[in-house]
Nanobody, 132 residues
Framework: QVQLVESGGGSVQAGGSLRLSCAPA????????MAWFRQTPGNEREGVAT???????????YYSDSVKGRFTISRDNAENRLYLQMNNLKPEDSAIYSC??????????????????????WGQGTQVTVSS
């Protein structure tokens, strides 16, 4: 069983920045994805960013079009943490953000890697609120 814990959410004005953190970021599997998803009431989870850990393709990332160029996913192996740096935040970025991991997976195409259906373990989520 993998327990993920997020931190770093909060309230910020439009144009501001936040950095989310998720621990742990290193698992027992040789190949896996870790990702950030977000969800607003009444809507499905949206894959925001994902990063691959493994042999070939290690560190490869995917981003949703809505955050590309503004958000950066990264992993700090020394601190065993996954991060999501969010810059130039917009009110439509307001949501509960959760980190998730697959249970071991080879590299996938973007649409699959950003789908919640391939992820097995989830954190509780952290609220991000962006005011205009």
């Amino acid at each position: 069983q993998v327990q993920l814990v997020e931190s770093g959410g909060g309230s910020v004005q439009a144009g501001g920045s936040l950095r989310l953190s998720c621990a742990p970021a290193q698992l027992i599997y040789s190949n896996y994805y870790m990702a950030w998803f977000r969800q607003t009431p009444g809507n499905e989870r949206e894959g925001v960013a994902t990063i691959f850990t493994g042999g070939v393709g290690n560190g490869h990332t995917y981003y949703s079009d809505s955050v590309k160029g503004r958000f950066t996913i990264s992993r700090d192996n020394a601190e065993n943490r996954l991060y999501l740096q969010m810059n130039n935040l917009k009110p439509e970025d307001s949501a509960i953000y959760s980190c998730a991991t697959t249970a071991g997976h080879l590299m996938m195409a973007a649409n699959e890697a950003l789908s919640p259906h391939v992820y097995h373990y989830w954190g509780q989520g952290t609220q991000v609120t962006v005011s205009s």
